[in-house]
């Protein structure tokens, strides 16, 4: 057995567990991951926040001094991007006073983020482009309904299928997609409706984390494809327009997502813990 510190937090209560790391002196392995994830074995959490130094990432090419988010999924699958957790990270990094804010970058698989840590304590993420696809595929549910959905890149993929009530539908299974080759690492399947204008409200079953209360680069996507499916293509053209904002109510809370020449995503990020994980020894690596 060995231990190592770790906090927790979350963002509209999508949550993490964080692990400060920034030689990359621990190892972390898919089944610690799993463990640590457990929510019952373990601490419990939809993810990961790795952190560490971007020389340590071997696809990182930017500054090798930056901070880099390491993020997992629950299952011990890597993902690009994380809305949500950025925010948790940035918040923690401040907290520790391993950085100075206002303003943070950070590094990630999706490329680098700018934060800005707010005098309300929010923290506001430049989340780069959000391109939606021409192209709609369709997105099966495990109480058999077949809806329309509009991929979504923001870092991460997307499908985002515009329902009446996302409170209604199944989502103890993973939902599929057909044609099988849109996707083929996998989606983040979000379920949206309209509350009142620039108004959504959104539930998500994550790739590799299953339903959580929140998943900030869905929030992204959901209003992305809202906007340019009911503007008939004006993502692009805000910029001339100034910046549109959404809001997005969420199971675990509200965030807010900006579309212009940049996208950004606002909201809360807590730090709930901190404290000791003790690594069974059979999961030592
Ligand atoms: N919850 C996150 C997204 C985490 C990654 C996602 N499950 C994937 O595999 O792409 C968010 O807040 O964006």
């Known amino acids: 057995m060995h231990s190592r510190t770790f906090a927790k937090g979350h963002g509209t209560e999508n949550d993490f567990v964080l692990l400060v790391d920034r030689d990359a002196r621990e190892s972390l392995t898919d089944d610690q991951v799993r463990w640590i994830c457990d929510r019952r074995a373990g601490i419990g959490a939809d993810g990961i926040l790795r952190a560490v130094a971007g020389r340590h990432i071997p696809e990182w090419s930017g500054d090798p001094d930056s901070w880099f988010m390491d993020y997992r999924n629950a299952d011990g699958s890597i993902a690009e991007m994380c809305g949500n957790g950025v925010r948790v990270f940035v918040r923690h990094l401040v907290d520790e006073g391993l950085v100075v804010g206002p303003t943070v970058p950070v590094g990630t698989r999706a490329g680098l983020r700018m934060t800005e840590v707010l005098p309300d304590g929010r923290i506001r993420v ?145 730090i709930v813990a901190r404290g000791e994980l003790l690594v069974p020894a059979g999961l030592d690596a």
Not at 138 to 151: C, F, I, K, S
């Open 126 to 270: 430049e989340m780069g482009p959000a391109r939606v696809a021409l192209e709609d595929v369709r997105v099966l549910t495990a109480d058999h309904r077949d809806l329309v959905a509009v991929p979504v890149d923001v870092g991460n993929p997307h499908a985002v299928s515009f329902v009446s009530d996302p409170s209604a539908i199944d989502l103890r299974d993973a939902p599929t997609w057909y044609p099988a080759e849109a996707f083929p690492a996998g989606v983040n399947a979000e379920f949206v409706s309209s509350r009142g204008p620039r108004h959504l409200e959104m539930r998500v079953f994550e790739r590799g984390s299953g339903e959580t209360r929140s998943c900030g680069t869905g929030t992204v996507a959901a209003a992305a494809a809202w906007h340019h499916r009911h503007h008939d293509g004006a993502v692009e053209r805000a910029p001339a327009a100034g910046a549109v904002v959404y809001r997005v109510d969420v199971p675990g809370g509200t965030v807010e997502v900006e579309l212009g020449e940049r996208t950004y995503l606002t909201g809360p990020a807590v």
